[in-house]
């Protein structure tokens, strides 16, 4: 709402993302029309979204705004869709809920894009339990979500409202447990890092297991150490793979099922499909939380390589 996204625009959204993502379009009544993967990062393919933009600017039916997934931690080509999107003056917003802390070019996650949204949810890198931030260098589009976001409330001496608002802000004791965490963030990143160099060293080795690539530049904070199961070359898929590991009592889950091919969003646009897809058949989540251990990772492949026939 704060870029001027209106029910019935059009706005374009990574397939390969958590589904809040595309719900945020629906809440405003637009329609989001989603943009395939590139294979290596896996986040949104800057062709397939500058080629879509184009065909689109030609029949003039341009969308409202570009939504790019900052994915699992890593950092997307903020620089290069924002430029992008630039030629055709739609806004960017860069959902870096999963970023807070990893950076790219020395440009922090959530610095891309006319926006950006950080989340505090439970199960990411700082957690308030619940709620988030918008982040924004344009005082107008902060002056407006933080309008919408404490019930619109027009500056009079009684309590005056033009225009429908929320209750979207972050609460002051939520602030402060957020905030205490910052000071650790970067340990936690170095955690994680360690982590995820394990799971490399060990299954990086055996052919068919691969891993989201970083590209130069990136900095990530490694939220979730994600790999890809070649079926061909490792003879095992992830529903094998995350019975064996629930049967140890292994928390690990597939990778995130894009959201073409959700009910939810049944008969959107699509533009590409066949990469998010296949990440979704091929992908794995692992444990990824600072304190585990090299015996706890070596454990975890263990379990993992003992599937191959
Ligand atoms: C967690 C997450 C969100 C949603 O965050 P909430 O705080 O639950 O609203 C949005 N996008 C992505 C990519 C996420 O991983």
């Not at 989201?212 to 490792?234: K, M």
């Amino acid at each position: 709402m704060a870029v001027g996204v209106q029910p019935g625009d059009d706005v374009l959204v990574s397939s390969l993302t958590f589904a809040a993502s595309a719900f945020t379009v629906t809440y405003v009544g637009a329609r989001p029309c989603f943009i395939d993967s590139e294979p290596g990062s896996w986040h949104i393919d800057p062709d397939l979204l500058e080629r879509e933009l184009d065909e689109r600017a030609r029949a003039g039916r341009l969308p409202a705004a570009v939504i790019s997934v900052d994915l699992y931690g890593s950092v997307a080509d903020g620089p290069r869709l924002m430029q992008i999107c630039a030629t055709y003056d739609v806004p960017l917003i860069e959902d870096a809920a999963e970023a807070i802390g990893a950076s790219r070019d020395g440009t922090p996650a959530g610095r891309f894009g006319r926006v950006a949204v950080l989340s505090f949810n439970g199960n990411k890198m700082v957690t308030t339990s619940g709620g988030g931030a918008l982040v924004s260098d344009d005082p107008t589009v902060v002056a407006r979500a933080r309008h919408l976001a404490t019930q619109a409330r027009n500056p009079a001496p009684w309590y005056e409202h033009d225009e429908v608002g929320y209750n979207y802000r972050l609460s002051n004791l939520s602030a402060a447990v957020g905030r205490g965490q910052l000071r650790t963030l970067a340990e936690r990143i170095e955690g994680r890092r360690r982590v995820r160099s394990a799971y490399e060293r060990r299954l990086g080795s055996v052919g068919g297991f691969t891993f989201q690539e970083i590209p130069d530049g990136v900095v990530p904070n490694h939220w979730l150490t994600t790999v890809r199961i070649d079926p061909d070359l490792t003879g095992t898929v992830p529903t094998e793979v995350l019975a064996a590991l629930h049967e140890r009592r292994i928390e690990a889950r597939h990778g995130f099922k894009p959201m073409h091919l959700q009910p939810v969003f049944a008969g959107a646009p699509m533009v590409g499909g066949d990469v998010a897809a296949d990440l979704f058949a091929t992908t794995v989540s692992l444990p990824s939380g600072s304190r585990l251990t090299d015996d706890d990772v070596g454990e975890i492949c263990d379990v993992i390589l003992a599937c191959r026939p």
